[in-house]
């Protein structure tokens, strides 16, 4: 499992690395969310507004599907917040399990632009994520609370982190992140979490 993680993790390297070539290519105007000629004046609503998520497969002798897609609004040019739905489910050679709830976070672009800083031509910035993250989770399968006295219950975890976003275009970027969860009692969460997301 760690090495099918490792796996996914460098082609998602390569990728990423190829969309930084690709968006060397275009243009300087073309930052996102604002460009040059909104530097001093606030975009429309609209122009702030944007949609993405991650999505995360493993197949094989455990199953682990992931799917969460995000709204999100550039409060300012370096500060978004997004929220959105979550669903996972999860199977294992002895049992299978649905895992549903709600996230919101916090993005700081700590740099918005490296090309600035570093001239090597790419639209790659870097930013710290703060993410709430309330599931829902089968009591039977986690054998918690125990004796169980609901077929659910609540599991409400924060992550922190950071990663890098490649900027596709003024409305997309693909984002890497790496994630600590502060608190991780049922081994929901990898240690680190690292998630590949998209947004536009």
Known sequence: MLRIS????????????????ISAQKAK???????????????PF????????????????????QV??????????RVAVAIGPTYRYYKDPSAETAIYGAKGYVQFAVIQ??????????????????????????SYFWKWPNPFTSERFYLNTILVGGGISQHLGRRSALNLMVLWPLDNPYSLYNTPEMRISFIY
Not at 6 to 18: G, K, M, P
């Open 29 to 43: 105007e073309d930052q996102f969310p604002y460009d040059q000629t909104t530097k001093n004046q606030s975009p």
């Open 6 to 21: 490792r796996i996914v993790f460098l082609i998602s390297l390569l990728l990423f690395v190829s969309f930084s070539i």
């Open 113 to 138: 632009d490296l090309s600035s800083v570093i001239p090597f031509g790419g639209h790659t910035g870097i930013f710290l994520h703060l993410e709430d993250e309330l599931l829902s989770l089968n």
């Open 68 to 77: 969460s897609p995000v709204i999100g609004y550039w409060v300012l040019p």
């Open 46 to 65: 609209t122009e702030r507004l944007f949609y993405g998520g991650n999505l995360g497969l493993q197949f094989g002798t455990i199953t682990d599907i």
